[in-house]
């Protein structure tokens, strides 16, 4: 099946700092999506963003399909942005990454 | 309703009893998915209904695991004579339209917590 790979896995920042995270994967997709899992465990829709470029405020992700990986920008950090990101592909059922833990630092 | 909703939102049962989790899709969506996180993982795909269609049912762990979902919406998880190991958290989350669609996005609900002493 489908491997997806996040990276880093964690990620500890001052707040203000930028950052990306990527997502790799293995074999052709038509979804990808980017969420948030807030410190309450809920899934929160970042973009669904199979190929192109995003935006939305502080967060921005792009997609290049024919190379197999996403990234996810989050500029000027804020606290709330601490949890765990994950990125998930299908060309059916959705597989996960294990995802990446931020931590955002007062 | 606005949202994916689940019930019960914690769930705490002893080592071979039954238990069922209830999902409530996105009104209109006709896909819903099952998913189960264990505790500081990714999440792992268990089930997967479209409309009218044959579950997709390739992700149950054991045959333990069955779910079903009456009239094209709400679904419900069951899970018999559960084992410690079971413990995790059961996520659902639906979609308007399902693979292959080129367009499935998948929005999810708060989750139950089970736990298996």
């Known amino acids: 099946g489908i491997q997806v790979e996040q990276s880093p896995p964690d990620l500890i920042l001052q707040e203000g700092a930028n950052s990306t995270l990527r997502c790799n994967f293995s074999d052709s997709v038509n979804n990808l999506q980017w969420f948030h899992q807030n410190p309450w465990g809920q899934l929160i829709n970042l973009f669904y963003i199979p190929s192109g470029t995003k935006q939305n405020g502080r967060l921005s992700a792009t997609t290049v399909a024919t190379e197999r990986y996403s990234l996810l920008y989050i500029s000027s950090s804020q606290t709330t942005d601490s949890g765990v990101y994950f990125c998930a592909v299908s060309p059916g059922d959705m597989r996960f990454g294990a995802g990446t833990r931020l931590t955002v630092k007062p | 309703g606005a949202g994916v909703s689940q019930s019960p939102s914690n769930k705490v049962t002893e080592k071979g009893k039954d238990v069922e989790l209830r999902c409530d899709p996105i009104?209109?969506?006709?896909?819903l998915y099952w998913y189960r996180q264990s505790l500081g993982q990714g999440l792992e795909f268990l089930i997967y209904f479209q409309g009218n269609s044959a579950p997709d049912k390739s992700g149950l762990p054991s045959d333990r695991f069955s779910a079903e979902r009456t009239g094209g919406s709400v679904s419900t998880l069951t899970i018999q004579r559960t084992q410690q190991e079971d413990s995790a958290v059961y996520l659902c989350a639906s979609s308007l339209v399902g693979p292959p669609s080129d367009y499935n996005e998948q929005f999810f609900g708060p989750g139950t917590r089970l736990t298996v002493l």
């Open positions: 009104s209109g969506h006709t896909a």
